[in-house]
T-cell receptor, first 117, second 115 residues
Framework: AQKVTQAQTEISVVEKEDVTLDCVYETRDTTYYLFWYKQPPSGELVFLIRRNSFDEQNEISGRYSWNFQKSTSSFNFTITASQVVDSAVYFCALYSPGGTSYGKLTFGQGTILTVHP | GAVVSQHPSWVICKSGTSVKIECRSLDFQATTMFWYRQFPKQSLMLMATSNEGSKATYEQGVEKDKFLINHASLTLSTLTVTSAHPEDSSFYIC???????????FGAGTRLSVL
């Protein structure tokens, strides 16, 4: 069985602070993909990043960066110099291409991030 | 990124009526689409997998006669909530899965309120 755990239910920071959202996953598959999605108050899930299990390189995109460590089964997301517009619910998710669960994502519980001005 | 359109974004209906929600992939073909339900401050709960040209696969505990799914083309899946009741009020989200990308793209969601 697959599982994604986002231990932080809610995080509150002040603008310009850095914030890290944790994600720990469980899977027996050797080939899998990890994702982060952002869900602003409007409700739409916005795709942020996909990482495959064979690529452990960290990635940076503007103020966003992701740290993927297979040794600890973690895929953490850091926002540098947070802004009010970053306030949203962030979901970490896992997908394994093999087996009968074609295309299905396993979602974490989500982390509510609130950035105060 | 790929675009998924979901319509309507908000619907209010009377108890006992049926409501249809559309999910369209605008710039790609999707043999597989997914329907989720989300309660306030909770994660997404997968309801069913919609397969083009075949019957949908429902998750355990989801009433297939209550939530009818049709995926008649490679760009359109519909979810019909039949004989809606107040407990069906929720946020429904669809997603589409372009085969080549291994990424699910989501619609903007539909807020259903049943009075």
């Amino acid at each position: 069985a697959q599982k994604v755990t986002q231990a932080q239910t809610e995080i509150s920071v002040v603008e310009k602070e850095d914030v890290t959202l944790d994600c720990v996953y469980e899977t027996r598959d050797t080939t899998y993909y990890l994702f982060w999605y952002k869900q602003p108050p409007s409700g739409e899930l916005v795709f942020l990043i996909r990482r495959n299990s064979f690529d452990e390189q960290n990635e940076i995109s503007g103020r966003y960066s992701w740290n993927f460590q297979k040794s600890t089964s973690s895929f953490n997301f850091t926002i540098t110099a947070s802004q009010v517009v970053d306030s949203a619910v962030y979901f970490c998710a896992l997908y394994s291409p093999g087996g009968t669960s074609y295309g299905k994502l396993t979602f974490g519980q989500g982390t509510i991030l609130t950035v105060h001005p | 990124g790929a675009v998924v359109s979901q319509h309507p974004s908000w619907v209010i209906c009377k108890s006992g009526t049926s409501v249809k929600i559309e999910c369209r992939s605008l710039d790609f073909q999707a043999t597989t689409m997914f329907w989720y339900r989300q309660f306030p401050k909770q994660s997404l709960m997968l309801m069913a997998t919609s397969n083009e040209g075949s019957k949908a696969t429902y998750e355990q505990g989801v009433e297939k006669d209550k939530f009818l799914i049709n995926h008649a083309s490679l760009t359109l899946s519909t979810l019909t909530v039949t004989s809606a009741h107040p407990e069906d009020s929720s946020f429904y989200i669809c997603s589409a899965f372009p085969l080549a990308k291994n990424i699910q793209y989501f619609g903007a969601g539909t807020r259903l309120s049943v009075l």
